[in-house]
């Protein structure tokens, strides 16, 4: 059964530093998404992607932020300067068109910020 | 703003019904969903309701979904401990594509 992918499951990275979190969709799936748990909180959603672009973004999602998607079938979630508190649980997930299609979700990439 | 509320805690004998509660606060909700995440995977779609709903039933999963009170149940009839795992709720609005979750709720089966 197809699966979303994540790479990689635990990241470690020092305050101020770059990080760059993977995701692998579902390969027919066009709309892509970044969702993050902070720790005993609920998840939250960052942003979605669709057709190149960013369709849809939350608050959380500043400057620091981007995605991208750079060949067919990667997906990527960049923050530049990492801060303590982006310390979480970040999830990908992918569905095959928009609105109340079902969203599949990799298994996340834990990134702790020291 | 949109709010999703659930209770974080459940336990329940195996074999015995479990009844996860989740309130939320948007009126305009088109679809509502149960998510289940087990240890170290991602979130997994259970079911989900269409707002014009008030029952689902799939196999041992009933959702039930008051409009009124904003209100939506997951009932897993005889609790298995491969239930073990935490629930999310969430819901859609509109044509927007985002999920809102509620924090969770952790069930745990006992013998």
């Known amino acids: 059964e197809p699966e979303v992918t994540q790479t990689p499951s635990h990241q470690v990275t020092q305050m101020g530093q770059e990080v760059i979190l993977r995701c692998v969709p579902i390969s027919n799936h066009l709309y892509f998404y970044w969702y993050r748990q902070i720790l005993g909180q609920k998840v939250e959603f960052l942003v979605s992607f669709y057709n190149n672009e960013i369709s849809e973004k939350s608050e959380i999602f500043d400057d620091q932020f981007s995605v991208e998607r750079p060949d067919g079938s990667n997906f990527t979630l960049k923050i530049r300067s990492t801060k303590l508190e982006d310390s979480a649980m970040y999830f990908c997930?992918?569905?095959?068109?928009?609105?109340?299609?079902?969203?599949?979700f990799g298994p996340g990439t834990r990134l702790t910020v020291t | 703003g949109e709010d999703v509320e659930q209770s974080l805690f459940l336990s329940v004998r195996e074999g015995d019904s479990s009844v996860i509660n989740c309130t939320y606060t948007?009126?305009?909700?088109?679809?509502l969903y149960w998510y289940k995440q087990e240890p170290g995977a991602g979130l997994q779609l259970l079911t989900y309701i269409f707002s014009n709903m008030d029952m689902k039933q799939d196999q041992r999963l009933t959702v039930l979904l008051n409009k009124k009170d904003k209100h939506l149940s997951l009932r897993i009839a005889d609790t298995q401990t491969g239930d073990s795992a935490i629930y999310f709720c969430?819901?859609?609005?509109?044509?927007?594509?985002?999920?809102?979750f509620g924090a969770g709720t952790r069930l745990a089966v006992h013998p």
């Open positions: 948007d009126s305009s909700s088109t679809y």
């Open positions: 997930a992918s569905s095959v068109a928009g609105g109340p299609n079902e969203q599949y």
């Open positions: 969430a819901e859609i609005s509109g044509g927007y594509n985002k999920l809102i």
